[in-house]
């Protein structure tokens, strides 16, 4: 069976704010900040990779079937407490089934409800499987930050050692906590074949460490 492929445009957009990532013992914060808040210059050969996604792409449609948010709650011996993880259902979920798992991570200044928030991700996920242009999947969007305090720290804090170190401490969380949790709570094909990573911005950093550093777990990132 061939691995289910998240659609190009969820893919796209979680692509599309992904930045070069410097070593972060080299950069103070204030740096970090003024970097990160600097204009965007492109070059004659800079070109888009994808087209534009279609109008209303990201729109709820009437009528439309649409997948379910669930919470999912998992102990983490990474950072000592109870962690918080949205896991998005497909319209036509059915436990006797057995589904792909994307695991959906978000960017520095966000948490576990960045992707169903602004960005919207139900509703393309409840979109593209409609259209055809997505098999039905189980989505995991973790909050990427392991850190005991977990929330998203004030803006002067956010390119701090502490707060980076949490995305870093994620990887250890993800492995050996989050997914045996998802794999165990749901009806998921759990082989790295069906186990797709990716993430926008800081979880593109995430999504590209982690998964081509572990493809025994993830044949997509």
Request: aromatic content about 8%; charged content about 20%; overall charge neutral.
């Amino acid at each position: 069976m061939l691995v289910p492929r998240p659609s190009i445009w969820l893919l796209a957009l979680a692509s599309a704010a992904c930045a070069p990532v410097r070593n972060s013992e080299s950069v103070s914060p204030a740096q970090a900040r003024a970097d990160f808040a600097r204009p965007i210059l492109l070059a004659a050969d800079d070109v888009r990779a994808f087209p534009e996604p279609p109008r209303g792409f990201a729109d709820p449609r009437p009528g439309m079937p649409s997948g379910r948010i669930e919470d999912l709650a998992y102990q983490s011996e990474v950072t000592g407490t109870r962690r918080q993880a949205r896991i998005y259902l497909p319209a036509d979920y059915d436990s006797s089934r057995r589904y792909p798992v994307l695991y959906l991570l978000h960017g520095i200044a966000g948490n576990q409800d960045e992707w169903r928030g602004y960005v919207r991700a139900p509703a393309i996920l409840d979109n593209l499987l409609a259209s055809g242009r997505a098999v039905p999947m189980i989505v995991v969007m973790p909050n990427g930050r392991a850190l005991a305090d977990d929330a998203p720290p004030p803006g002067d804090k956010v390119f701090t050692p502490a707060n980076a170190s949490g995305f870093e401490r994620f990887e250890r969380d993800l492995l050996d906590f989050l997914i045996p949790a998802v794999d165990s709570t749901y009806p998921t094909i759990a082989d790295a074949r069906h186990r797709a990573l990716a993430g926008l911005s800081m979880g593109g950093g995430q999504a590209l460490n982690f998964g081509l550093a572990h493809l025994d777990k993830f044949a997509w990132a």
